[in-house]
């Protein structure tokens, strides 16, 4: 599992995280949900490793974190799929995929057969280039990506974020066949409501780089949480 205890986050001068708090399990979706702009995806690089905390604590496996590389969060199994993909367009899709290898030791450097199961279009693709795929395709390869190296916790960033509903349906099933094998935390940003109700096992909604509503989902109603995150829109 991955926690986060009372996360400050600065980028220069401006404070972007105000003591946030999150735990994501294993078996589990953690949904973070909120309007643009509020924290979300800063959130997720703390998580990576890819921008060090200004304060508060961040544990992986009950294991208390100090100031950690984006490289060393992967080698401890953390994946990332970041919003907008960041696939190479020059690379290959097998030779994406082959990416994260680096993380893994020597044994383990080949791309999981289930991995080609969930995303079949990739299999056949494998000899094309990243940045000739659609981008539902580039998506399918990003979630691919973070999949290699094996990770205990799945960080994805809007991963329907301007993709075609059939891209979506797949991925969703994907998440869920993620979560039920149950030895892996699923952190999910997302927009798109339904997609991340269907999945979540809990919800965090953030405003101004704060909590201000989370829980399990046994302890929400759907339409509560629906009119607090349609309220943040309009306000």
Known sequence: MIEADNVTLHYGGSQILHGVSLLAEPGRVTCVMGNNGVGKTSLMNLLAGRHPRSGGELRLMGESLGRVTAQEMARRGVGY???GRA????LTVRENLETGFGCLPAGDRKVPGDIYDSFPVLAEMAGRRGGDLSGGQQQQLAIAR????KPKVLLMDEPTEGIQP?????IGRVIAALRDRGDMA???VEQYFDFAWDLGDSFSVLERGQVVMAGPKAD???DALHNRLANLAAA
């Open 166 to 170: 059939n891209i979506i349906a797949q």
């Open 146 to 149: 973070a999949l290699v190296i």
């Open 87 to 90: 696939i190479f367009p020059l």
């Open 220 to 222: 929400l109603q759907r």
């Open 186 to 188: 699923i952190v999910l």
């Open 81 to 83: 799929v970041p919003q």
